[in-house]
């Protein structure tokens, strides 16, 4: 490097490592940002002899693919016809996902999650080590992601994740956003002497160059890294996995307290104290020279407690061994280490096995497989769930906040396929029984309302004014008053538990299923959808006697509960329990996709004027159900129009003797015709003889003639 007093020459040497392109090009990258960052510097001339990566200046394959000459006649045809099978548009539609070459088996752990299958793609290497980068299918208007961790080769992967990102994006694909587990030159986020690189700031800076549109990441060592990049960051956190380990594998979890091998990472470990409602400590360390610590000063209590150390990373692991030393040597009991990032590189295998740790846990951001049969102590937890629900979310436009406080992954000791079934069953049995108590409290509400609810039923099938209609309920009394008052109090229990709870099934069901193709906001209304047909199936029933029991029409020859379910049971379904089944069910169906889809957002809306979270709910269910009442009235009034009858009293001998009059005149030489004749004969004579037979009772003729004078 040359110094003069205004222009800064950087001069690219290359014979001492002559092959190591990718590793020679970061280092120039970083020395032309560190003298960028130094004060007074007004140009910075790069002198590189050998250019990298010359001969890669154009595409020479169409869409960068590599599609089998046998097969290119056959490809090219479904693609123009829209046949194309590697687009499986039955999953997620308009997604593609590749790997990089630093850690496949987490990026097919992913896919797998997301029930897709990996893109086809091909990283190699020519003589002089530049990396070539071949996508192997169309990219063209697809989102596409592509992970790759910052482990291993660093220089190398970083090199070929910005090579992927520039090939999907010359492609023509509409959005590439980079999965990076684990964020490369994390810990050089920062000038911490004079004249150092801030190469954290400069990866963003190639990740932004190259064509990226989003970064999906996770535990940054410094949060701040989020501000050096100008395109959207999702910093994802493994605490709430964390958590779940804790609690799962340290019984003693309960008599723990979490410690901070820094100053830097005491937010993190208050954040995990906070949520296991235990205490926290922290260690002072002070360092040398990089990854040589010189002196720890411990503070906080550890004495006859397990110590379970948290830490967003380690690499040669001196910081964490000495940390647990020192806990030991002031009385704590165990020790555990728990890492997001295992780095582990030169000594960290051999001081891991000689510390007093209990286990080390980290999770797969990195490749840990082989570090594992070298050292026992070291557990994995698996973080692919996330990564996966956060690229879903990312897809169909969702927000991935759910994902800092809620555990999606499963850790070692579960099977994917326990956490997808035990999980979500568990709290839609919580919504079945919410539902099922807060209808059973609404039952107190229905019996003061009862008598509101009966006159307006009267005005509906008697065509009568508010007044006749609560001065006829007067004169009947109490007991008539609250006649067919069961069956709504059953049902509107029975009713709350089956539509809550399973539209929030359904609505589980549909977000987390990979074929979903409609849009967030309408899955609310499409599952509240399937729960209106389930209710109509079920309580259509439950309507129908609780009309019939309301109507007085009904009251001489249906004076119980038990005459009714009597006679509906004499009937055909469809004019028994079932009638006015179809009215029924466009009317539930409507009102459940209505309330579901325009709570939420009118909830939302209230909540931003300042109220409680209480008072927003309850005024937003308050006019959402207004407004359906008021949409839904018609198919009400129709409902119980129909349902209030049961069509079979008798309405005298006219009625058969004109059926028997028009078959007759059908013809007496057909002896089908005669048949019929017959056989309306003696049903005739048998309507008739019960008629001359049945006499009514006293009450019966007073009802009957109180009923007639007030019709007058």
């Keep these: 490097m040359e110094i003069g007093k205004r222009t800064w020459k950087i001069s690219y040497i290359v014979q001492k490592r002559l092959w190591e392109i990718n590793n020679n090009l970061m280092e120039l990258l970083i020395m032309i940002n560190a003298c960028k960052d130094c004060l007074g510097t007004q140009e910075v001339l790069t002198v590189i002899p050998c250019f990298p990566y010359a001969r890669q200046t154009k595409k020479d394959s169409c869409c960068l693919g590599l599609f089998d000459p046998s097969d290119s006649t056959v490809a090219r045809r479904r693609c123009l016809f829209g046949q194309n099978d590697a687009l499986d548009h039955n999953k997620m539609p308009n997604i593609k996902i590749f790997s990089g070459s630093s850690h496949p088996d987490l990026s097919q752990k992913i896919a797998d999650r997301l029930g897709l299958e990996l893109g086809k793609v091909v990283t190699k290497k020519f003589s002089n080590q530049e990396t070539c980068v071949e996508i192997g299918e169309s990219v063209r208007g697809e989102d596409v992601y592509i992970v790759q961790s910052g482990c291993g080769e660093i220089n190398d992967n970083l090199m070929e994740l910005l090579i992927m990102i520039n090939a999907c994006k010359i492609a023509s694909a509409s959005r590439v956003t980079a999965v990076i587990p684990c964020f490369p030159y994390a810990r050089q986020d920062k000038k911490d002497k004079s004249r150092a690189p801030i190469s954290a700031k400069l990866v963003a800076n190639m990740l932004s160059v190259s064509g990226a549109d989003h970064i999906i990441t996770m535990d940054l060592h410094a949060s701040q890294i989020q501000g050096f990049f100008d395109i959207p960051v999702d910093n994802l956190y493994a605490e709430p996995a964390v958590l779940k380990w804790i609690k799962e594998n340290i019984p003693e979890w309960k008599n723990c307290i979490i410690v901070s091998p820094d100053a830097g990472g005491a937010k993190r470990v208050t954040s995990i104290a906070d949520r296991l409602n235990v205490d926290f400590a922290l260690i002072h360390k002070e360092r040398k020279k990089a990854n040589e610590v010189d002196r ?56 891991i096995n000689n510390a007093c740790f209990e286990a080390v846990v980290v999770t797969n951001t990195i490749p840990q497989e082989e570090k594992m049969k070298h050292c026992p102590k070291i557990q994995v937890i698996d973080i692919s769930m996330i990564l996966a629900e ?139 959808f399937g729960a209106g047909i389930v209710e109509a199936v079920v309580f259509t029933p439950f309507e129908r006697i609780q009309n019939v029991l309301q109507n007085s029409q009904n009251d001489r020859h249906l004076p119980t509960l038990k005459t009714v379910l009597v006679r509906l049971k004499a009937q055909r379904l469809a004019l028994g329990y079932y009638r006015g089944f179809l009215p029924v069910t466009v009317r539930n169906t409507l009102g459940s996709s209505l309330y579901f889809g325009l709570k939420g957002p009118i909830c939302t809306a209230v909540a931003g004027q300042g109220l409680s979270p209480l008072a927003s709910s309850f005024i937003s269910g308050t006019l959402t159900s207004m407004a359906i009442s008021l949409t839904l009235y018609p198919l009400s009034v129709l409902v119980a129009n129909m349902q209030a009858q049961t069509h079979l009293t008798c309405r005298g001998p006219s009625r058969r003797a004109s059926l028997h009059q028009k078959s007759s005149k059908m013809g007496d030489s057909n002896p089908v015709n005669q048949e019929v004749e017959q056989f309306n004969k003696q049903k005739l004579r048998k309507t008739l003889t019960h008629e001359k037979t049945y006499k009514p009772t006293k009450e019966e003729i007073e009802e009957e003639k109180k009923a007639m004078k007030d019709e007058k």
């Design 296 to 351: 720890m000063v411990l503070v906080g209590d550890v004495t006859d407690r397990v110590a379970i150390l948290v830490d967003d990373m380690a690499d040669t692991c001196g910081t964490i061994c000495h940390a647990a030393d020192k806990l030991i040597s002031a009385g704590a009991t165990k020790v555990y280490a728990i890492l997001t990032h295992g780095i582990f590189s030169g000594p960290a295998i051999s001081r």
């Design 390 to 528: 956060a690229i879903r979310r990312t897809h169909n436009g969702e927000s991935v906040s759910y994902l800092f406080s809620h555990h999606t992954g499963s850790t070692m000791t579960e099977s994917r396929d326990s956490e997808r079934d035990e999980e979500p069953s568990m709290v839609r049995l919580q919504s079945y029984l919410l539902g099922g108590t807060s209808s059973l409290l609404s039952t107190i509400p229905t019996l003061i309302v009862f008598p509101v609810y009966k006159t307006v039923f009267r005005q509906q099938i008697h065509n009568t004014s508010v007044h006749q209609a609560v001065e006829q309920l007067y004169k009947e009394g109490p007991v008539k008053l609250y006649r067919g008052v069961a069956p709504p109090l059953l049902m509107r229990t029975l009713n709350g538990t089956l539509l809550f709870g399973l539209q929030d099934t359904l609505l589980r069901q549909l977000s987390l299923s990979p074929q979903n193709i409609i849009s967030t906001s309408a899955l609310p209304a499409l599952a509240g």
